[in-house]
């Protein structure tokens, strides 16, 4: 019987240490923020290949290979972001995505508040590591272990 709750305790070890969290939006912003670089007034651009939601009210726009964007909107863009599947670039300027143009997001239209070059390599290496830290979950379980051993024969 103790072999069996020792295989039990071990799987179960096993599998929450495996187990991912997923970053809050203000986690994930962070990181965006932190390895973006200086503000820019314009990108020059022929087309965008995508874009992806990067927290509350920011996106990354990629406009080429190692060619990323993070664009920082005004409201009321904020929720929308997670949910819309495309997005309208509403620029005064064929080719140029500046600070004074804005972004359609569903029926919202929200005007850029910042541009700056960002690292996504950085980013990404960063948003898996906080899927990776689950702080406190490997501890609380190996103290549960500890108390669900009688020392029993």
């Known amino acids: 019987m103790k072999a069996v709750v020792l295989v039990f305790v071990g799987c179960l070890l096993a599998g929450c240490a495996a187990q991912e969290r997923r970053p809050t939006l203000q986690e994930i912003e962070d ?9 820019v007034q314009n990108v020059m651009f022929s087309s965008i290949r995508g874009w992806r939601p990067a927290g509350m009210r920011m996106l990354v726009i990629e406009f080429g290979p190692r060619r990323d964007y993070l664009v ?13 599947p495309v997005i309208r670039v509403v620029n005064r300027q064929r080719g140029m995505l500046s600070r004074f143009d804005s972004i359609q997001v569903g029926r919202d239209v929200c005007r850029i508040v910042r541009l700056r070059r960002i690292d996504m390599d950085a980013v990404r290496v960063d948003l898996e590591q906080l899927r990776l830290d689950a702080p406190g979950i490997n501890e609380r379980i190996s103290e549960e272990a500890v108390d669900q051993d009688s020392g029993g024969t």
Do not use: K, Y
């Not at 990181?31 to 503000?39: F, I, K, L, P, Y």
């Not at 920082?72 to 819309?84: D, G, I, V, W």
């Open 72 to 84: 920082e909107l005004t409201p009321p863009c904020e929720m929308n972001l997670r949910f819309e």
């Open 31 to 39: 990181v965006h923020v932190r390895h973006a670089g200086s503000d």
